[in-house]
């Protein structure tokens, strides 16, 4: 059994919205970091390891598409769980989401209580 707690990286470009989940999951237990934009996402994945990437897809700059391949092609990332955040309601592209290997999407406003079955279910902790 794992004891150590669980380490999420947050990446959101609404900064209040990260700045709050955060909050919420660090109230809840888990280690968590936020980045702003995926290239500082990237970075900060390079160099503090995470169990778990939550993931907004519509950032300027650096998308969240391309931010996940760019976790994914670090060493060591190619199986991390990549939980795609979308606050868009008109789905994603299929073929870019499934080049991005997302463990699964939530739309936002996302709910606490799916939020943290996904959580469990994709880092096979319980919570």
């Not at 900060?44 to 300027?60: F, G």
């Amino acid at each position: 059994m794992n004891s150590r707690r669980l380490r999420i990286l947050l990446v959101d470009d609404n900064k209040d919205a990260a700045d709050m989940l955060a909050l919420l999951l660090a109230h809840l237990g888990i280690e968590c970091r936020t980045s702003y934009d995926g290239l500082t996402a990237v970075t900060q994945l390079a160099v503090w390891q995470a169990d778990l990437v939550l993931l907004d897809l519509l950032m300027p700059g650096m998308d969240g598409f391309d931010t996940a391949i760019a976790m994914r092609a670090l060493p060591g990332y190619d199986t991390l769980p990549i939980v795609a955040l979308s606050g868009w309601d008109g789905g994603v592209e299929r073929e870019r989401f499934d080049a991005a290997q997302f463990s699964e999407q939530l739309n936002k406003p996302v709910q606490l209580d799916k939020l943290l079955h996904v959580i469990g279910r994709v880092t096979q902790r319980v919570l």
